[in-house]
């Protein structure tokens, strides 16, 4: 994955729409709505005030001057909630088949498509100056902030200079810090208002500050680059921006299903007896935004429902428990229709599905695995 850009997600790529199953691995996990989570305040801590001390220093000697230092500094600090997250990163082995079930939701079709409506002027000028389909565009502005819903509200400066301080990637976060801290200094936006994710993904489409320096672009024309206000125009046109000088051709489809009106190109199948697919270069240009297949998959595919296709055609083959996706669904809605809730029934067994699971063995007072099984969608009849 290209870190220049922005993160480091582990796992099948990443989304910013929790499932009901529970989400699969996020690039920010953007807090949605409402106050900060405790951890994600500023906590006292002596030892990283100490190295803000001297951070100063080094920040100085490339150019940030003393006033950006003492405003961009101004209320931050030590977010424990940032290191918390960073370390309990795992590599989440998400099947394709679960993570197209979120990252073309019924919902998030929707939404894009209405998204879509109203930006359409917007998304078919970008098209036309870079080149890049409307609908791709569309699409990642979906999977990386649920079309601005979900942007995240930690401050940047104290994320960024939390996990400098931390050390497990200092270089690369205090690389990052020295970028936000020349964002504001370049009057894009005060510090105040640079907010995203717990590691610093910012705006609609969720760039980190080194990728938002090589890439974003003030396409409103108003003097600056402002990926964080509620007119998407600039993240979008950014994210065009970076998708073309990262190898988009024009005029190429990004791939589609075997057999289903794909173009000629590579054939993949990352998930074992799914549906195969050929792809193109520009399959390859959308992993520069996140080296999975699975994302890039997901947000070819949900341009093309955005767009107006439908859903793939070819099946999945059951789950290492022996159930399909219709399986885990009516598993999820008949333990919801007695009470255990599984928060939706998307076919995705996650965290909150397991709760429920779990809930209902010891109800019945059966061994407590919270998994799920054949057995248990008999037993819930």
């Known amino acids: 994955m290209q870190l220049s850009r922005r993160k480091f997600a582990v796992g099948l790529g990443v989304l910013t729409l929790s499932s009901c199953g529970g989400a699969p691995a996020m690039r920010s996990s953007a807090n949605i709505g409402g106050a900060l989570p405790a951890d994600l305040l500023p906590t006292p801590n002596a030892g990283y005030d100490a190295w803000v001390s001297s951070f100063r220093a080094r920040a100085a000697g490339q150019g940030i001057s003393q006033s950006t230092l003492t405003n961009a500094f101004r209320g931050t600090g030590y977010l424990p909630g940032c290191v918390?997250?960073?370390?309990?990163?795992?590599?989440?082995?998400?099947?394709?088949?679960?993570?197209?079930?979120?990252?073309?939701?019924?919902?998030?079709?929707?939404?894009?498509?209405?998204?879509?409506?109203?930006?359409?002027?917007?998304?078919?000028?970008?098209?036309?100056?870079?080149?890049?389909?409307?609908?791709?565009?569309?699409?990642?502005?979906?999977?990386?902030?649920f079309f601005g819903e979900r942007r995240g509200d930690v401050p940047v400066v104290s994320a960024t200079s939390t996990l400098a301080f931390d050390g497990r990637r200092g270089a690369f976060f205090e690389k990052q810090l020295i970028a936000a801290l020349k964002i504001v200094q370049n009057?894009?936006?005060?510090?105040?208002?640079?907010?995203?994710?717990?590691?610093?993904?910012m705006g609609h489409t969720q760039f980190i500050p080194t990728s938002y320096?090589?890439?974003?672009?003030?396409?409103?024309?108003?003097?600056?680059r402002d990926i964080w206000s509620e007119d998407p125009t600039d993240a979008l046109a950014s994210t065009a921006a970076y998708l073309q000088r990262n190898g988009w051709t024009r005029g190429v489809r990004w791939g589609g299903e075997v057999g289903n009106g794909?173009?000629?190109?590579?054939?993949?199948?990352?998930?074992?007896?799914?549906?195969?697919?050929?792809?193109?270069?520009?399959?390859?240009?959308?992993?520069?935004?996140?080296n999975s297949d699975a994302y890039a998959?997901?947000?070819?595919?949900?341009?093309?429902?955005?767009?107006?296709?439908?859903?793939?055609?070819?099946?999945?083959?059951p789950d290492a428990n022996g159930l399909t996706k219709d399986d885990r669904v009516a598993l999820q809605q008949r333990l919801t229709?007695?009470?255990?809730?599984?928060?939706?029934?998307?076919?995705?067994?996650?965290?909150?599905?397991?709760?429920?699971?779990?809930?209902?063995?010891?109800?019945?007072?059966?061994?407590v695995t919270g998994k799920p099984s054949q057995e248990l969608l008999r037993a819930l009849g």
Request: charged share 25%; proline share 5%; glycine share 14%.
């Open 262 to 290: 794909a173009p000629q190109g590579s054939i993949i199948q990352p998930q074992p007896g799914g549906p195969r697919f050929a792809v193109t270069s520009n399959f390859r240009a959308i992993k520069r935004y996140n």
């Open 213 to 224: 320096q090589e890439f974003a672009v003030d396409f409103t024309g108003d003097g600056r």
């Open 84 to 145: 918390k997250r960073d370390r309990n990163q795992t590599e989440f082995k998400r099947s394709l088949e679960d993570y197209l079930a979120i990252a073309a939701s019924d919902e998030r079709i929707s939404k894009g498509r209405a998204a879509f409506a109203r930006h359409r002027s917007t998304l078919q000028t970008l098209e036309g100056r870079y080149g890049v389909d409307a609908e791709i565009i569309c699409a990642i502005w979906g999977l990386e902030s």
């Open 337 to 367: 229709a007695r009470g255990f809730d599984t928060g939706g029934t998307d076919g995705v067994i996650g965290p909150n599905s397991e709760k429920a699971i779990s809930a209902y063995q010891a109800s019945k007072g059966v061994p």
């Open 187 to 201: 009057g894009d936006i005060s510090a105040s208002r640079m907010t995203g994710s717990w590691a610093g993904a």
């Open 297 to 317: 998959i997901g947000v070819g595919h949900l341009a093309d429902r955005i767009g107006g296709a439908g859903p793939l055609r070819a099946s999945f083959p």
